[in-house]
């Protein structure tokens, strides 16, 4: 019996845009339909990829698709996710899910009442490297996280309608908490504007307070630094581990390294450091790679197809989004942001027991 192809429609033909076509229309049994309202775009899909069919608006091809992925700026996710999810498609949306939490919400909600699945484009969870780090701290290999340090830096790509914490820290809050398989409860959070007269900052720090783990965790994003940087640190009484997404082979690292205090009440120890250094082995674990948006795309593919829920489902990026606009409050009264309306806890994976094998 003839199997009909899963027709995805890609809404938006920018930077993410044409990187989920190319990995789409690389999957078996996957028809691409690319919506843009500039010519030009959908010009250029049509020379990249001959096969993808092309039109300026969804709603002209939302009853002949499968799915949709959402790839446009943030501010129009939400319109854009809930006219496919009223109309009963299963949607993928780039992050953040939403700009706002009210209209986060509502495509949660909407979701819910059409019987369809919203996925969010946590495409870090999808990362081999990240997932193996979750396994390294779930572990206890690490002993007790102290914190937990990101940066995310590069020379662009400046945002006309989102600041810095909105357009890269949306990885970084998503990648900790599911280290954690914890949401932040509160926030605060520092950001300037160092080019031009828009309102948008471009160079931010967040700290993120995880109440359960009792964990600090602190976020540094910029759209104005001379390397590009994608590194995740958590350190640990007994180890520290780094994950450098930009390293060729050595992706995770973990150091034997640390340090402990000093007992002042040794009069023997007056003039000695208050603490006393101690160090070992650096282990880098070998990682097979696989494409992060390849393995996100083909598992949307998949719960099209099976309707099975996604790894990273809407109510996920909801929860995001609410940090992220704790953060907004945080910068506009200079004070520690509480979160709310997260789910307590959140368990994304189980924790896994026994040594992890580097």
Known sequence: MLQLATRIAVVGYGYWGSKHVRVLASLPGVEVIVIDGVFNRTAEARANYPSVRTADRLEAVLDDVDAVVVATPPTSHAAIALSALNAGKPVLVEKPLATTVADAELMVETASANHVHLMVGHTFEYNAAVRRLKEIVSSGMLGRVLYIDSARLSLGLYQSDVNVIWDLAPHDISIISYLLDEMPRSAAAWAERHVGNGPHADVAY????????????????????????????????????????????????????????????????????????????????????????????????????????????????????RVLAATDVALATGQLTPVLGCREPVVLEPRLTGPVAL
């Open 206 to 321: 967040v700290r993120l307070r995880f109440d359960r783990s009792g964990i600090d965790a602190f976020v540094r994003v910029s759209w104005l630094s001379p390397q590009k940087v994608r590194r995740v640190t958590v350190v640990g009484e007994r180890k520290m581990a780094t994950y450098d997404d930009m390293s060729d082979n050595e992706r995770i690292r973990v150091y034997d390294v640390g340090v402990d205090p000093t007992d002042l009440s040794d009069t023997s120890a007056n003039h000695a450091m208050p603490v006393t250094y101690r160090s070992g082995d650096i282990l880098s674990p070998y990682i097979p790679f696989s494409e992060p948006l390849f393995t996100q795309d083909s598992h949307f593919v998949e719960c099209v197809r099976t309707g099975q829920p996604p790894n990273t489902p809407g109510e996920r990026g909801a929860d995001v989004v």
